[in-house]
């Protein structure tokens, strides 16, 4: 019962550097988000995912892209890493139902600190 | 727009106890749900429990209830019982009709005390 995983648990980069975060989920849920994680600040979403071929900016998109290349899967990029990037990232995925979305699940987390 | 505010940076309870984690909400919609995660130490996020705008009874869930009073805007978590794994972190959040996201308060750390 796998439900939202998401690669890798940590990361460093130096400033500058890229990468992708992966995210995969297997329980058929069409809604998919992204989320940064600092101290005091609670959950902020980064983007979302309506749907495979979808995505929109929440609160926090700058110096991110994102992918929803089929119903699955849903990946971060970071281009070129900043400092103010170091934060703890969750993907989630949540069933839309009832004309909003219900309550998401979210993977282990990634552990990300840009140096 | 959504907010939820959670007014308790941290709160204590004596072990066997119950707590009431606070939870206030605001929203101009009619239709939303309200939601409770648990983040223990270890990080991840945990679903506890769910209420539904429309939902006439609280929501519960084993020792977890949510105290749903919608004139008052509030969605309060009750842990009955507390153990020591109820330390963690919680978060209360809020989904609402043709909003793409889930919003989220601050948190709530609880200790537990033996």
């Known amino acids: 019962n796998a439900g939202v995983t998401q690669t890798p648990k940590f990361q460093v980069l130096k400033t500058g550097q890229s990468m992708t975060l992966q995210c995969a989920q297997d329980m058929n849920h069409n809604s998919m988000y992204w989320y940064r994680q600092d101290p005091g600040m609670g959950l902020r979403l980064i983007y979302y995912?309506?749907?495979?071929?979808?995505?929109d900016k929440g609160e926090v998109p700058n110096g991110y892209n994102v992918s929803r290349l089929n119903k699955r899967e849903f990946s971060l990029r970071l281009e070129s890493a900043a400092p103010s990037q170091t934060s703890v990232y969750f993907c989630a995925s949540s069933v839309y139902r009832g004309g909003m979305n219900t309550e998401a699940f979210f993977g282990q987390g990634t552990r990300l600190t840009v140096v | 727009a959504q907010k939820i505010t959670q007014t308790q940076p941290g709160m204590f309870v004596q072990e066997k106890e119950a707590v009431t984690l606070d939870c206030t909400y605001d929203?101009?919609?009619?239709?939303?749900?309200l939601f409770w995660y648990k983040q223990p130490s270890s990080g991840e996020m945990i679903f506890l429990i769910y209420?539904?705008?429309?939902?006439?009874q609280n929501a519960t869930e084993g020792r977890y209830s949510l105290n749903f009073q919608k004139a008052r805007k509030s969605a309060n978590l009750v842990i009955s019982a507390s153990q020591l794994g109820d330390s963690a972190m919680y978060f209360c959040?809020?989904?609402?009709?043709?909003?793409?996201?889930?919003?989220f308060g601050t948190g709530t750390r609880l200790t537990v005390i033996p």
């Open positions: 959040a809020m989904s609402a009709t043709g909003a793409n996201n889930l919003f």
């Open positions: 209420q539904g705008s429309y939902d006439e």
């Open positions: 929203t101009s919609d009619q239709s939303y749900g």
């Open positions: 995912s309506a749907s495979e071929g979808t995505t």
